[in-house]
């Protein structure tokens, strides 16, 4: 069974630092685009930070230059390091993964989301 897990949430004062991990597991040929959504209380999910599988980026306009990501494709890991963290960053950050994998005796490319983990950033 294909799975994403998410570790590296916690509670953090503004101005700190924190990293989350997401690792896939699983029938895994390929990972493809991997990326980091969040969601806080009342709002909609959205895009934090992607890394394509050659390793390109894209960052939302409110992280760029605080939170980076980065992939170990030998671990099948995608990492994102936020600095200088603020109340607002508050969040369920969840890891998303386009992944090609197999179904029975196929291949297909899935698109998967890990169980989130909670980010809290006290002033």
């Known amino acids: 069974q294909v799975q994403l897990v998410e570790s590296g949430g916690g509670l953090v004062q503004a101005g700190g630092s924190l990293r989350l991990s997401c690792v896939a597991s699983g029938s895994i040929f390929s990972i493809y685009t991997m990326g980091w959504y969040r969601q806080a209380p009342g709002k909609q999910r959205e895009l934090v930070a992607s890394i394509t599988s050659g390793g390109n980026t894209d960052y939302a306009d409110s992280v760029k230059g605080r939170f980076t990501i980065s992939r170990d494709n030998a671990k099948n890991t995608a990492y994102l390091q936020g600095n200088s963290l603020k109340p607002e960053d508050t969040a369920v950050y969840y890891c998303?993964?386009?992944?090609?994998?197999?179904?029975?005796?196929?291949?297909?490319?899935?698109?998967?989301w890990g169980q989130g983990t909670q980010v809290t950033v006290s002033s």
């Open positions: 998303n993964a386009d992944l090609l994998v197999r179904v029975d005796s196929g291949r297909y490319q899935r698109n998967y």
